[in-house]
């Protein structure tokens, strides 16, 4: 028995990377899956791939930053197999550039892709739990550029940060109809990635031929998030590369200064501003946030 019997989920931009590798596990843990893919060819293959393995997959090509396309999207899943229990937002584009050179184009595709591609179907899927019941799973799609900031990514990781709070949000607004959110900062070596880190190396092993950076090691925690087993797990961000799943703690504060109950002035503030940092052990001056991740890969090429 797979920890997905009888589910039915969709997986956005699963043709490729990331995304494949979800939808293969999602359909290996007995769930039906709709591959929603831009690119029908690309598509039609992992559909193909997971039909061949005894599975059960269809593939949608609709722009899910389309509102009509992404509630296709969901009605696809419920004409096929008659519900829908999971959604995964993977779908997304890369178009780096410093924010200096950054064309109004290169950061509004980004951001619809990225953004927009995680509303529509999201309130498609949660406007038919409401409707009908849950319970229901998201899974979210950030990034540790948008978690931490990344050089030459200010549309990337806006729409990332952007989709990490999207996550928190709608895990409390649908709580209620029994629907958890979390979201995944996943990191590997795929054909969006390869510019900047290298080549794509090759299948995943176990063992000694174990690839730490191939994406499909991203997909048991989706595939767990999807599953009632995580039905408690609602709100949450998790890291995720190789053999490693971390959670990232929300935004908090840790120092604080105050004016004794008066309107503080510039200059009040100028003489008292370092206590901030001495007491937090932050420094002042700017950082390379990416430099505290646990696992990494090659360094980032600048543009």
């Known amino acids: 028995m797979g920890l997905l019997d009888g589910k039915v989920a969709i ?68 004409a096929t197999w008659g519900r829908l229990d999971a959604l995964v937002n993977n779908a997304g584009i890369l178009r780096d550039r410093t924010v200096a050179k950054m064309t109004p184009e290169e950061w509004d595709d980004v951001i619809r892709v990225h953004l927009r591609g995680h509303y529509a179907p999201t ?20 990034s540790t550029s948008g978690l931490l900031g990344n050089f030459g990514q200010a549309n990337y990781g806006a729409a990332k940060a952007g989709a990490a709070a999207f996550a928190t949000i709608v895990a409390m607004e649908m709580a209620r109809d029994g629907v958890t959110c979390n979201a995944i900062a996943p990191a590997a070596r795929t054909r969006m990635t390869e510019g900047a880190y290298g080549p794509m190396p090759g299948r995943a092993g176990t063992g000694h031929d174990f690839d730490f950076w191939h994406p499909d090691n991203v997909a048991p925690l989706v595939a767990f998030l999807c599953s009632d087993a995580a039905g408690q797990i609602s709100g949450k961000v998790f890291g995720i590369q190789g053999d490693a799943v971390e959670l990232y703690q929300p935004w908090t504060s840790v120092a604080v200064i105050q004016n004794s109950g008066r309107r503080w002035t510039p200059d009040g503030i100028a003489e008292r501003a370092h206590e901030l940092f001495d007491a937090s052990g932050i420094r002042p001056e700017i950082e390379n946030m990416m430099a505290r991740l646990r696992f990494t890969l090659a360094p980032r090429t600048q543009l």
């Not at 690309?42 to 509630?71: F, K, M, N, Y």
């Open 123 to 142: 309130h498609a899927a949660c406007a038919h739990w409401r409707a009908h019941g849950g319970p229901g799973r998201i899974v979210c799609t950030t």
């Open 11 to 78: 997986v956005t931009g699963a043709g490729r990377g990331i995304g494949r590798g979800e939808a293969h596990e999602l359909a290996r843990e007995g769930a039906g899956v709709v591959v929603n893919e831009f690119d029908a060819d690309a598509g039609r293959a992992v559909v193909d791939e997971i039909s061949a393995a005894g599975g059960e997959a269809v593939l949608d090509t609709g722009d899910v930053s389309d509102p009509d396309a992404a509630a296709a999207l969901v009605e696809r899943a419920i």
